[in-house]
Structures are given as structure tokens and as C-alpha cells.
């Protein structure tokens, strides 16, 4: 018998039912950082998570978030890109999307570099990454004025003054700046998600030894490392985890 348009429909979700209901092991990230960090929360007994995703981008592919969106989570999606934010605000309607930038304790604005419609993953902050990137052949499409806020800020005023479970942050170049801003005293995400590589002079991907070190000054432990990006897992946190176990 012929499949009908309506059955093949059914049969396609039917398909994703289990990633949708965490059954399955299906990454939206780029290297499979959510099913790490979604094994990691299960096997301690936590489903309700909650996210800062900084430098978020695209809705769906390469979001270390959207797999808990589809599970019911919802959070913070922080993204420079005006354009980016509306396909958001339309894709993930639950979320709370902010078109601005992280920067400093003193907000302010600064210029974002702009490389088009086809590498909106490598718009940046940083000018001497934008120097780079043109130097690889691509060109600064356009240069535009962004505000900047505080990431304690943010939290206080959309998370409820209480960290997320989860902090992802992919914003090309200015990654260690962001997380060096945040007060852990008072907010201290049980995981951070971050880049933790570079090219260096000979187009070889090095790791950022600074920010691993910056991490563990924190309090933090590698939890996991996908050679790209590294998973930090809160000592302190993790501690209550087990003493609840």
C-alpha cells in the first residue's frame, strides 16, 4: 500500500518522540555536549534544568540548549544578532531572547562585526578576531553598534536571581572575559559549557589553557571534554548533588 502524505508525517514523529522525551541519544550540539551534559543530570535525578545560552545563534543545530528546550526546560538565549533573535523568539517562543552582548561590570555598547547571512557563527565582538577571520577571506559584511549588559545583571533580573543549571557560552574570542565577569559567590552554575580552543599561527586548533585554569581557580572541574568545547562541572555543587544521592 502507498504511503499517504499523512502517514509519513505520522511516521516522522513518531520518530523523534523518544529524543523529544530524552529516550534517545540525539545531539542538537555540535559534538554532542547536551547528551553529555543530559546523562550527567539524569544520573543524579535532575530533570527540571534551567539555561543562560550566551552567544546563542541558531535555534536548533549546533544549540547545546535545545534539546532541554523540547523536554520542557526554558531559559535565558542571549544573542547579538537581530536577525538571529527574531528566528528565535519564532522557533523558541518559550524562551526569554535578549538582543544585546555580555560585557563588563559597566554596561555600555560596543561594535559587533558582521560577516553575513552565511557565517553568522563567526560575527564577533572582538576586533582582532574580525582582523582574523578577514585575513581567512572572510569579509566584514557590517559593523554595528550593540548594548552591552552584565551578565549578573541578566540573571537577576531573568533567572530569578538564581544560576542556571546550565551556562553555554560560544562567542568567538571573548569567551574567558565573560566568564571572568560572573560573581560565583553568589551564582554558580552546576555546569559551563564553553570553547575552549584557538588557532594558533599555524591554523592549529591549541586549547586555551587560560580559561581551563581560570575554571579551576573557580572551583570547577573538567567534567567532560569534547577537544572543542569543555564541559566544567561546579565542585561545589556537584558536592550537593551527591550528598542528596
Do not use: W
Not at 559593523?143 to 551556562?167: F, Q
Not at 586548533?205 to 587560560?210: F, I, P, S, Y
Amino acid at each position: 500500500m502507498k504511503e499517504t502524505t499523512i502517514h509519513r508525517i505520522a511516521r516522522k514523529i513518531k520518530s523523534v518522540m523518544p529524543a523529544m522525551k530524552g529516550h534517545a541519544h540525539f545531539s542538537f550540539s555540535q559534538f554532542g555536549e547536551d547528551v553529555i551534559i543530559t546523562s550527567m543530570l539524569r544520573r543524579y535525578g535532575i530533570e527540571s534544568v534551567t539555561y543562560l545560552d550566551i552567544g546563542a545563534n541558531e535555534p536548533i543545530m549546533g544549540s547545546n540548549t535545545y534539546g532541554f528546550y523540547l523536554r520542557g526546560n526554558r531559559g535565558v538565549l542571549v544573542e547579538p544578532n537581530k536577525d538571529l533573535c527574531d528566528v528565535l523568539k519564532s522557533t523558541r517562543p518559550g524562551d526569554t531572547v535578549l538582543n544585546f552582548g555580555i560585557g563588563g561590570a559597566v554596561e555600555s555598547e560596543a561594535d559587533y562585526y558582521m560577516f553575513g547571512t552565511d557565517h553568522t557563527h563567526i560575527n564577533t565582538f572582538s576586533a582582532e578576531e574580525a582582523r582574523n577571520y578577514e585575513k581567512e577571506g572572510f569579509p566584514i559584511k557590517a559593523v554595528v553598534k550593540v548594548p552591552l549588559k552584565n551578565i549578573n545583571n541578566i540573571i537577576r533580573d531573568h533567572l530569578n536571581d538564581k544560576a542556571p543549571t546550565l551556562l553555554s557560552v560560544d562567542v568567538e574570542g571573548l569567551d574567558e572575559e565573560i566568564l571572568k565577569t560572573l560573581d560565583y559567590d553568589k551564582y554558580q552554575p552546576l555546569l559551563v559549557c564553553v570553547e575552549t580552543v584557538i588557532f594558533n599561527v599555524n591554523k592549529e586548533l591549541v586549547k586555551r589553557t587560560q580559561i581551563l585554569d581560570f575554571m579551576a581557580s573557580k572551583g570547577y572541574f573538567v567534567y567532560a571534554d569534547t577537544h572543542v568545547n569543555t564541559i566544567f562541572c561546579s565542585r561545589r555543587e556537584f558536592d550537593k548533588l551527591l550528598a542528596s544521592v
